[in-house]
């Protein structure tokens, strides 16, 4: 089944030879798998194992065994298509690589912009609550305020208690004493 974007035109080429369909997300996580492969010890120990066999085959073997003589002609020749094949390849997996780079770059820098607008956000509410804490009494205040009324009231009511009259020191005078 192919797939179409819905974004693009189709392409309408008239060919004589109808051309090969191929769904490219397959042949992408294909090419991304022989590409991780490749660089791989694995792959490299296979390799010198291919190699070391074909030489030490056409130069131990007996002459009439042999199918490539010394300049090992054959072997480059295989060497060479698959190196054509590879670079390709690994080419295309890293373009796919660069993709998927990009999308979650552009993913991060989108979320650090959430993150820096939430944090300029907090910073304004956290300054405005300090702004209105300044104006609010706090427990100590209200605290400190009202040991200093009791202590005008005890006066007031030993004061009352002798037939003096005591004057408040804070300047605060409770109604009804």
Do not use: C
Not at 69 to 88: D, H, K, N, V
């Amino acid at each position: 089944m192919s797939r179409q974007r819905l974004d693009q035109p189709l392409e309408q080429r008239r060919t004589l030879l109808p051309r090969p369909h191929y769904d490219p997300e397959s042949f992408g996580r294909l090419s991304e798998r022989i590409a991780r492969f490749l660089g791989t010890a694995r792959f490299l120990v296979y390799m010198t194992a291919f190699v070391s066999v074909w030489i030490g085959w056409n130069v131990l073997a007996p002459p009439s065994l042999r199918f490539d003589e010394y300049p090992f002609i054959f072997l480059t020749l295989m060497l060479s298509l698959q190196a054509s094949y590879a670079a390709p390849l690994i080419l295309l997996a890293q373009n796919r690589q660069d993709d998927r780079d990009r999308v979650q770059y552009e993913q991060d820098r989108a979320r650090g912009e959430r993150a820096a607008a939430d944090t300029e956000y907090l910073t304004r509410e956290i300054a405005a609550l300090r702004m209105a804490m300044g104006e609010v009494a706090t427990r100590d205040f209200l605290r400190s305020e009202l040991h200093q009324m009791l202590k005008e009231l005890d006066l007031r009511h030993n004061g009352h208690r002798e037939g003096r009259r005591v004057p408040p020191e804070s300047g605060y005078a409770p109604h009804g004493l």
